[in-house]
């Protein structure tokens, strides 16, 4: 197995970078859940008022290149067992 990805969306970067990102993703899906991302904050000096805007996270969008990364490294989505006694 290469340490390398050949194609795809992640083609030139390692396991190891591509494993960074991942956390970096998972830590953000954290922020996100707990509230702690903001998207847009306004706020007023006394020249005027100020608005600075960030890109708004979905967690749709995080989840899914999560689930790009975990493919791209090997690590495929897994159905859950039920087993009913």
């Given at each position: 197995m290469s340490a390398t990805i050949q194609s795809?969306?992640?083609a030139g970067m390692t396991h190891?970078?591509?494993g960074a990102q991942r956390a970096q993703l998972q830590q953000a899906l954290?922020?996100?859940a707990a509230g702690a991302k903001v998207a847009s904050v306004s706020y007023a000096q006394g020249n005027?008022?100020?608005?600075?805007?960030y890109t708004a996270a979905d967690?749709?969008?995080?989840?899914?290149?999560?689930?790009?990364?975990n493919a791209a490294l090997g690590q495929p989505r897994r159905a859950i067992g039920v087993v009913f006694r």
């Open positions: 795809g969306t992640f190891a970078e591509l954290l922020q996100l005027g008022s100020r608005t600075v805007s967690e749709t969008r995080i989840r899914g290149l999560i689930r790009q990364i």
